[in-house]
């Protein structure tokens, strides 16, 4: 009975959809194109500006030719460099206080998903003053009125984050990590420059590719996919599969990096129009639970849940199996969607990912049940898990 609601919520949601004001940033795009930020601050004559970023970032030495720049073009800017990893509420309310005590006027993130995510939600929260972010969790709470100018400035390439209009947030109390998902949270602007991914080291070059690869087959699969997002994860599975493991080896090659930043980029205009599923779902309790980094979580979850499907996905990854290159004329679909799970398989490993994590047997139950309540009724996923189902998939992964 259950299920047949989350369908037909689904179906209403999809419905809904095409009366939604989806909205795209604008790209700033190519090697070297950092500099032309302040341009476009100038432009937008925005002249008091908070930096959201994190510690990581700032012994990168990333960001110092833009605070130049700012500086040489006399705008103003305020360093809130304490984002955390999976940024959490207190986090955001601290920078938060920042924009306001030094009355900022807009928002710029440098960084991964963290520092992007938690830049939109101190938006969300300047937005709405007399909302806390538990009361903005889930779809459509934020509203566009009030939201500041608000520049993404990807540092990784997997989110997607400078696409899409969700952002993701720890309540570190609860251990809970979910989603703000509102057309208003899409950045203004996202500036895609690969010269800001060439450093990013191994490890992470991995996960954040994987979790852009998570997108893209959650987003694919699903059942409320559009002409648009179905094509946007066909290119970016193409990209991934030709540039991941490039630029895993060799982090100076431009054009991979600059391949991994577009696939990430794609797939995030895809996975928020079409959602991303289950693997999400339990990546977040791995997230809120362990702190375990989310490409990491995506990377182990995906190839178990994928089998987990079994029949009922073959048609779809047969076809992302094709777009990926790695089929021949020869193969069924049954096979071909086969070969894509044991070439994920593959790449995590070729890339270091093992393929256990940290799961504490006295927690299943109750990350089963988040889980569970984050996939449904709101993601259109392939099949509808059971709690009992979610905890086999923890078992499965259980180092
Ligand atoms: N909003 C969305 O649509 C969306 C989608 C997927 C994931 N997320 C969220 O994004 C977060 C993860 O983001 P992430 O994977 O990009 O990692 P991250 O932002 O947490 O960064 C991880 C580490 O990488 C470092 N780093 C970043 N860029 C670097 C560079 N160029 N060189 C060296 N170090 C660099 C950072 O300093 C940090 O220490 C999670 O909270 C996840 O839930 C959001
Ligand atoms: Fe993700």
């Known amino acids: 009975m259950y299920r047949f609601y989350c369908r037909f919520y689904q179906f209403i949601m999809r419905i809904a959809a095409r009366f939604i004001p989806f909205q795209e940033p604008e790209i700033i795009e190519g090697s070297g194109r950092l500099s032309q930020v302040v341009p476009y601050l100038k432009n937008q004559n925005l002249n ?64 991964g998903g963290s520092p992007i995510d938690c830049a939109k939600a101190i938006a969300a929260r300047v937005a709405n003053q007399q909302k806390t972010l538990p009361q903005m969790k889930g779809l459509f709470k934020v509203g566009k009125s009030g939201i500041p100018p608000f520049i993404a400035i990807p540092t990784t390439a997997g989110t997607g984050s400078e696409a899409t209009l969700a952002a993701v947030i720890t309540n570190a109390t609860t251990s809970e990590k979910y989603a703000l998902m509102d057309p208003a949270l899409t950045p203004k602007l996202a500036v895609l420059d690969p010269l800001l991914t060439v450093g990013l080291p191994k490890p992470l070059t991995a996960a954040t590719g994987m979790d852009a690869l998570t997108h893209v087959i959650e987003a694919y699969i699903g059942k409320s996919t559009t002409r648009t997002t179905r094509s946007l994860c066909l290119e970016s599975i193409q990209l991934i599969f030709r540039y991941l493991h490039c630029a895993y080896q060799d982090g100076s090659d431009l054009e991979a990096r600059a391949g991994m930043q577009k696939a990430a980029y794609l797939a995030g205009k895809a996975f ?33 849940i994928l089998r987990e499907y079994g029949s009922t996905i073959i048609k779809p990854l047969s076809e992302l199996a094709d777009a990926a290159g790695i089929t021949e004329r020869s193969m069924n679909q049954r096979e071909k969607a086969q070969r894509l799970i044991e070439a994920i398989e593959k790449l995590n490993k070729d890339m270091q990912i093992p393929s256990k994590t940290k799961v504490l047997e006295k927690d299943i139950q109750a990350m089963a049940k988040r889980a569970y309540s984050e996939a449904n009724p709101l993601y259109p996923v392939p099949v509808i898990f059971s709690k009992k189902q979610f905890q086999d998939i923890y078992y499965r992964i259980k180092a």
């Open 48 to 111: 008091r500006l908070l930096i959201v970023t994190d510690q990581g970032m700032i012994a990168t030495h990333l960001l110092e030719p833009l605070l130049q720049q700012l500086h040489t073009e006399r705008i103003d800017y305020f360093l809130f460099d304490q984002t955390t990893p999976n940024p959490t509420i207190d986090t955001i309310e601290d920078a938060l206080g920042l924009y306001h005590s030094k009355r900022c006027e807009a928002l710029l993130a440098f960084g």
């Open 272 to 304: 928020s129009r079409s959602y991303v599923g289950n693997i999400h779902a339990v990546a977040h309790t791995l997230g809120g639970y362990y702190g375990t980094p989310h490409g990491i979580a995506n990377a182990i979850i995906l190839p178990s």
